[in-house]
């Protein structure tokens, strides 16, 4: 029952985050980006503080490592992740930024060989590569095409991409004491502050348009994708494991472009579908071991129910 339970929350989890880059898209149309990202924590934040300090003990920094860790949350994994991608949203669609913000796994490895020491066996160093050359195919870098704007906002995609994986190896090397959630949410306000006060210095605009389409955006970007989806995220941290639960970036492309062609009609092209499968085999090859142990799993539980129903007959 409990493997059902697990399955049922990580499908809701690659939901929640599918519908973040189709509510992202839609609010960018009224919303500034930075502007609009720090939005999302406004709202988001103080509910999980408030969560935390109901369930969690402590829920506070207090510590100099967990002032560390919310500094590079906030830094990496809010202001510097969200910023860039809800920049880069502006003239890309969901599924081809899903897709980009999926490498996040593929550069996390080649960001620890500097931060934690580790080394890459060469297939590790084969899935890297084909990773990237999925990258190339989905940006399909031209010296016309470089020049062009949805070619800088893939970049500034994979950019976001490339935060949250610096973001997550800072934190494993700094191992906060602090509960994951808790330092989640303060990371969260910090980010928000880091985001408003970016949005001020560009100069973007304060808004306070009320249209339904802008509250139902912001809403949905900032409480089923974050408020609701990241105690999910975190729950399945603590029961599956961190790398089973991180494949949820390898569903969420599907989820966004399937919401983005029925929501807001936008195609899905030949290079993104390309170049996400590129990119799935890049990540398979890096996760080899993990597939394969998975895989086992469900095959020793579909044999074992199997068994089941003929004994009972």
Not at 91 to 118: C, D, F, K, Q, R
Not at 171 to 183: F, H, Q, Y
Not at 224 to 242: C, K, Q, R, V
Request: some cysteine.
């Amino acid at each position: 029952m409990t493997s059902y339970r697990n399955a049922g929350l990580f499908c809701t989890l690659a939901t929640l985050f599918g519908l973040s880059f189709v509510g992202i898209k839609t609010g960018l149309d009224a919303l500034p980006p930075l502007f609009f990202a720090g939005l999302r924590f406004d709202i988001a934040a103080p509910l999980l503080l408030v969560f935390a300090a109901v369930r969690y003990e402590p829920w506070y920094p207090r510590t100099r490592r967990d002032l560390l860790a919310v500094a590079v949350g906030g830094v990496a994994l809010i202001a510097a992740n969200n910023g860039l991608l809800f920049l880069g949203q502006q003239s890309i669609t969901p599924a081809t930024a899903s897709v980009m913000y999926a490498l996040n796994p593929i550069l996390a490895p080649v960001i620890a060989i500097g931060v934690l020491g580790e080394r890459l066996g060469g297939r590790d160093v084969a899935g890297v590569l084909i990773g990237l050359a999925g990258v190339v195919v989905i940006v399909q870098p031209t010296p016309e095409t470089l020049a062009a704007g949805s070619t800088i906002a893939k970049l500034y995609v994979l950019g976001a991409a490339a935060g949250i994986a610096a973001g997550s190896v800072l934190l494993r090397r700094i191992d906060p004491p602090l509960g994951s959630l808790p330092m989640a949410a303060w990371s969260m306000a910090f980010g928000a502050v880091l985001l408003h006060v970016c949005s001020l210095a560009i100069g973007e605009p304060i808004v306070t348009d009320g249209s339904r389409t802008v509250v139902f955006a912001v809403l949905l970007v900032a409480l089923p994708s974050t408020a609701f989806a990241y105690p999910i995220y975190y729950h399945l941290l603590g029961t599956i494991g961190p790398v089973r639960t991180n494949l949820v970036g390898y569903v969420v492309p599907i989820v966004a472009a399937l919401i983005g062609l029925l929501v807001l009609h936008q195609p899905v092209n030949l290079a993104t579908v390309v170049g996400f499968f590129i990119v799935l085999a890049g990540v398979s090859l890096l996760e080899r071991e993990i597939l394969a142990e998975e895989i086992t799993r469900l095959r020793r539980s579909l044999e074992d129910r199997v068994e089941a129903v003929r004994t009972q007959r």
